[in-house]
Each structure stands twice: as C-alpha cells, then as structure tokens.
C-alpha cells in the first residue's frame, strides 16, 4: 500500500522524482554524490517508483545531482557571508539542504503544500531550528511566519519549482518578496528553452502526470528588472558546474548532458531584492 498523500496526476506528485534521483546518485558506486536522508527514506516510503525509474534515466539522474550540488553550493556561499541567517526553502518536498549545509546557527523553514509536508512529517523532524510550514507559496500569509532582521539576511531558495507557474504567476511572486523582504536574496534553476520545457514535459506525462507541465521559462534574462526596479539580477551560473570536472557517467549519458549545455537548456539565477536606499549591486555576473 502506498504511504503518498496525493495522486500521481497532481503538482506534489513532482518531489518525488528529484528525490528518487538523490537516493539514487547516492547508492551508485562511481558517483561522490551523497544523500543519506535521501537513502534512508527511500527504504522506508511504501511507493512503487517503476514509471519513474522507467522514464527517468541516468542522465536525469545526473542532472538533479547538479543542481543539488549547485544550490547547496550557493546556500553555503551566502550563510558565509551570514551566518545567522535565515533560509526559506520553497517546493521542499523530501528535500533536506539544511541537513547538508546547516552551521549551527542558521535559521531554516521548509515550505510546501499541505499534502507534501503531510508526506515530509512522516520521515523528517522539526527542530527549533529548522520549522516546516504547509502553504502554498502563493499564500502569502506565510510571510508572517518567518522571523527574520535584514541585518542577518534572508536567502530564498526554489529548487525546481518556478517553472511549473506561468510567467505572471512568477513575476507577481517576485514583487510580492521584494515589498516585504527588502534586501533578501532568491536561488534557483530556470529551464531556459522550449526545448528543453518540452523534454521535461514529455517525461512529466509518461509518468502520468500532466497537470505538472514545465509553463515558465527564462528567454532574457533582463526580465527580472522590467517587471520591478527593486529586482536585481546578482549572477548566472552554467547548470553543471558544480560537477563538470568530476562526473563519473555512461558515454550516452554525457552526451546527452554535452547537448543540454550546448543548447543552454538549464541555469540558475541568483537574484536581490533592493531596499529603498540601497544601491545597484555590482554588475551581473555571469560564469564562462
């Protein structure tokens, strides 16, 4: 019997298949991914994951390995800078960064859909420190939950989660940030093709989901200060650089990956919200 709280054909149905692909870049032998949490509740959750272990290969596998390294790798640069931090992950899903990154005084909230931290309670537990919250990130009520000063800053995170929302669902969300948490900062991954919406998409219905389709993509990225002046693009970052010198993968499978970074299907975007009277950050930067 299965323990998962929603349908297959439904938006919360999408955190199970990073997290099948953390479980298994961990147990593979030749990968130096490691995601214990991810292991542990693997051999726990009562799920038949055949379609998508069927439709997700290793090259998909590889590619939420990327992106996990990717965002803990930016997480981390930025709660050097401040430490005391506080650090909102949206879409959590089973998804567990505080574990990898946490410095012992960061404060962390895991944010999801009520099904899906119905799902996250079951295996993973709250600490004073680390509190989940079952909203919609588009109810914006949430906002009163989180404590943070902008003097230690705020860092949202959104991994594999902005695209499943149309473009103006996106921009209003933005703003929405920008009016209430002046002088934080957002990470995330953005497809940055129809190409590659479409692929993701294709793979989305062979699992039987098509309520959970790829709508937003980044075709400019001076996007961010045309729909507001206080949203300001920090940096762009190639999607697998994080593990480009090191990955250990079939020669099919780094094909595939050589493709996508030739087409520059995926990327992630690091942005700042401005506060009345803070200056323009510093020129964007872009990775080569």
């Given at each position: 019997?299965s ?15 990073p997290f ?5 870049r ?16 693997f ?40 430490p ?14 505080f ?16 099904d ?9 537990r ?8 079952a909203?919609?990130?588009?109810d ?20 594999g ?5 149309s ?11 920008a ?6 900062e ?69 094909i595939?990956?050589f493709?996508?970074?030739i ?26």
């Amino acid at each position: 019997m299965s323990e998962i709280p929603f349908e297959e054909n439904t938006l919360e149905f999408t955190m199970l298949i990073p997290f099948y692909s953390r479980a298994v870049r961990t147990l593979c032998a030749n990968s130096d991914f490691k995601d214990y949490t991810a292991t542990d509740i693997f051999n726990k959750l009562k799920y038949d994951f055949e379609k998508i272990k069927k439709n997700y290969d290793e090259a998909a596998h590889v590619c939420i390995e990327a992106r996990t390294k990717a965002l803990d790798y930016l997480i981390k640069k930025f709660i050097e800078k401040k430490p005391y931090a506080t650090i909102v992950n949206l879409g959590a899903g089973l998804d567990t960064p505080f574990n990898r990154v946490d410095n012992g005084k960061v404060k962390w909230y895991d944010l999801d859909l009520p099904d899906a931290i119905e799902l996250r309670r079951k295996f993973i537990r709250e600490t004073d420190r680390n509190r989940f919250i079952a909203k919609s990130m588009f109810d914006y009520d949430w906002f009163n939950e989180i404590e943070y000063t902008p003097e230690k800053g705020i860092l949202f995170v959104a991994s594999g989660v902005l695209m499943y929302f149309s473009e103006n669902k996106v921009k209003s969300f933005l703003k929405k940030i920008a009016g209430h948490f002046p002088g934080g900062e957002l990470v995330f991954d953005a497809v940055t093709s129809k190409i590659a919406a479409l692929v993701a998409n294709l793979r989305m219905r062979k699992c039987g989901n098509s309520k959970a389709m790829v709508k937003w993509y980044i075709k400019n990225s001076k996007i961010f200060s045309l729909w507001d002046k206080r949203i300001v693009l920090l940096k762009i970052m190639n999607y697998f650089d994080r593990i480009k010198n090191r990955l250990i993968a079939s020669k099919i499978t780094k094909i595939k990956l050589f493709i996508s970074q030739i087409i520059n299907a995926m990327k992630y975007y690091h942005l700042k919200f401005l506060d009345g009277g803070e200056l323009t950050p510093t020129p964007i930067e872009r990775n080569p």
